[in-house]
């Protein structure tokens, strides 16, 4: 199998404070991590993809000082959202896959940010 | 820029109906992917296309591949409520790198 798994689940905040969410590939290596951000009914916004060892590529708009992303090993890539606001209060969601970014890629369940 | 759009963007459906979702790039494709989330999940890979008129079947569910390799759709025949969700294509330009999914269409199946 391909098992993505995501901690935490789902996290509540104050405003200001910064919030780390982990992405682990379980059975398998994952050579390039994807980080997303998804709205109540909405498609999946790429936000960054991660390659292990190097910088994060991040997507137009998506400012990489309040999302920061560390891809440290094969098997697990952080995103880190810093001084969160309500207007951070999202669906997050990362994926993992083995090769290059057109490969196939195994989701993690997703973690429910929500920022008072 | 690159954009994978799909149609509809939902779709109710009686129970034992079909249904078609289309996926359509402004730019050639190398490979088209399909994804499923169920409502409160995550996108679950379902398969991906490579051919020109490439044309696969799961059970129910038919996935195509355009000649053109712009375009894609999937089909289920005789719905079932299992088969609520959204269904993601997500499609990779030539020459690219990237994977780009597509707005989704929202299934919902009448009992």
């Known amino acids: 199998g391909a098992v993505v798994s995501q901690h935490p689940s789902w996290v509540i905040c104050k405003s200001g404070t910064s919030v780390k969410i982990e992405c682990r590939s379980l059975d398998f290596q994952a050579t390039t991590m994807f980080w997303y951000r998804q709205f109540p009914k909405q498609s999946l916004m790429l936000m960054a993809t991660?390659?292990?060892?190097?910088?994060?590529?991040?997507e137009q708009g998506v400012e990489k000082d309040k999302f920061l992303i560390n891809h440290a090993s094969l098997t697990l890539s952080t995103l880190t959202v810093t001084s969160a606001h309500p207007e951070d209060s999202s669906f997050y969601i990362c994926?993992?896959?083995?090769?290059?970014?057109?490969?196939?890629?195994?989701f993690g369940p997703g973690t429910r940010l929500t920022v008072l | 820029g690159q954009q994978v759009m799909q149609i509809p963007q939902y779709q109710h459906v009686q129970e034992g109906e079909d249904f078609t979702t289309y996926c359509n790039s402004s730019?050639?494709?190398?490979?088209i992917q399909w994804y499923k989330q169920r409502p409160g999940g995550h996108p679950v890979f379902l398969i991906q296309?490579?051919?020109?008129?490439e044309v696969k079947k799961q059970k129910r569910l038919t996935f195509q591949f355009g000649e053109a390799k712009k375009n894609s759709s999937l089909h289920i025949t005789a719905t079932q409520t299992t088969d609520v969700g959204t269904y993601f294509c997500a499609g990779s330009p030539t020459g690219a790198n990237n994977l780009f999914f597509g707005t989704g269409t929202r299934l919902t199946v009448i009992p």
């Open positions: 296309l490579v051919k020109s008129g």
């Open positions: 730019t050639t494709l190398s490979n």
């Open positions: 991660s390659n292990e060892g190097s910088k994060a590529t991040y």
């Open positions: 994926s993992a896959s083995r090769g290059l970014g057109t490969d196939t890629q195994y």
